[in-house]
Structure formats: structure tokens, C-alpha cells
């Protein structure tokens, strides 16, 4: 790509950005990535400055870019780096080791969740279960609720994920497609706490392109998982994606209008929401739609389904 920098007009363009009709040098690029975070934060007021801030880091390029985006947008703030370590053979360790290396560059302190440790179970004992063919819907719902857990677990008043602009999008889409209401409200950029002590959720990423975080990862050295994990499909994610990449080509600020009409009909998709009533879990104690929540039962499929064989045999 030829020509300068359209912001400091002296380095050498090397991102494009159609959306913006903007070209920058990567350091311009990387400053600008950077507001965009700060600017999300502050427009839904996702938290203060003061409060300490819990990051969902998986090991990949979206979570690492937020965890890094944070700590340059607000060096004084309270961060705590959170992660799940699923007991997926090569590929947990993988990602631990570089979720661990991302904390300890950024000199951010890190709380994992070990799956095996903790409970004695991997994500891939549910290929034994009835939820096999459809590992990331369980995985997803332990994921939610240990990434909970510990932010409770480090003190952290919010919970921050990296869903980003392509991924909200995508979501909201479908949902809206299929009039999936409940789950189209839960898409909102910050969640209220569920309970007393519980963190509220926020999700200062909307606003960036996947693309992007790719490239602000790139540019800003921090390393990302380099293997997919071997349960994902992702087949309706992807199909999605492709839909909005083309709608894109031929308007490159289609995401970004999307994302803000959705913003915009929130409030009127609230109103007709089902509104889900929460109780206690009996097992465990946080909130839930039924007698047993929806991770306990995942949790007890798996270690019913090995028939009273004790953990370490497995
Ligand atoms: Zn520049
Ligand atoms: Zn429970």
C-alpha cells in the first residue's frame, strides 16, 4: 500500500481501514485501537478507574489484544488476568503457557481455573455423554460460568471478554434472525451483575474488527495460540462471517451500522425479552433457571458417566 500515514504524515501506511477511509503507519494504528478501547469503556461506562477489572484471556489474539488494549488505555487501573485451563491435551497447555507469558510481560496478575485439578475432569470426557458432537455448547457453558467463579475468586467487580465487533455482529444477527430475544439482550455491551457479590460483565471489544485485533497483536509483539482447539467446528460462526465480509466489501461501515441499530433497538427488544427468573442452584449455589444449573448438570454428566470409576484412574 502506497503513501504516508494519514495521522502523523511521516511513516509509511501500512493498515488500511475503509470503514474510517483512513490509512496508518503501525504505531498510528496501534494508538488508534487503543482510543477506540478507551472510548468503548467510557461511552457504556463499563467500569471506573478505580475498580478492579477481572480479563478473560484464552490465549487467543482477541482476549490477548484486550488484556494488552486495557493495560496501555488505563495504566492505573486494577487488572487481574483470568483464565480456564480446559484439559485438552497439548492444546490447554498451549494456551496456558501463553496466557501466563502475556500476564507476566505485562506484569498483571494471572488466576487460572484448572479443569483437571480442580474437578478431576477434562472437556473432552464429554465425548462420552450426550453432548458429544456438540462439545463447545457444553464448553461454553462451563467456560461462562468458571470465568464467574473467578472473578469472584480474585475480587474483580467486572468481568471483561474479548467478543469483538465481527463476533457481536454475527451473534446479534442470528439471534435477530431467528427472534431469539433472551439471547439477543444478553448481547448487550455490559450485564449487570446476576447476584450480590458477582461481577458485571462488559465487553470492551465491540467496537473492533477481528481483523484488527489480529493486527494490534502483530504489531504490539504479544503472542496468540497458534492450534485450534480440536472440538471446535464453529460451522454457523463461520457461515456468518462470511455473510458479513461480503456485505462488506460492498459497504465498509456495515458492521459498524449494524452493531449501532442493534445498540439502538436494546431497549425495545428488552421489553419483549422473556425475562428468565433466577433461583439458587442446589448444588452449587449461584443463580440458575432451575433446581440444578445448567453446569452442575454438565458437571455430573460426566462424572456419572463414568460410573463411580474415581477421577485419577481417568
Ligand atoms: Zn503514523
Ligand atoms: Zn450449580
Redesign the pocket.
Known sequence: MPG????????A?EVELPYARLR??P???SDFFVSRVRRTVEEFRMFREGDRVGVAISGGKDSGALLHALRSAFPGLDLVALHVNLGIPEYSAHCQSIAEGLAGELGVELLTFDLGRELGIGIGDFEGTAFKGKICSACGTIKRRLFEELAMRAGARVLATGHNLDDMVGIMLDNFLHGYWGQFVRLKPVLPPLAEGMAARVKPLIRSPEREDLLYCLYRGIRFKEIGCPFSKGAKVRRMAGLLEAASERNPQFRHQLLNRFLELMPLIEGIAPRPEFSKCRICGFPSQGDICAYCKRIALVKGDRGGVPSESG
Open positions: 504516508v500515514c494519514g495521522r502523523c504524515r511521516s511513516a501506511a496508518l503507519c504505531d498510528c494504528f
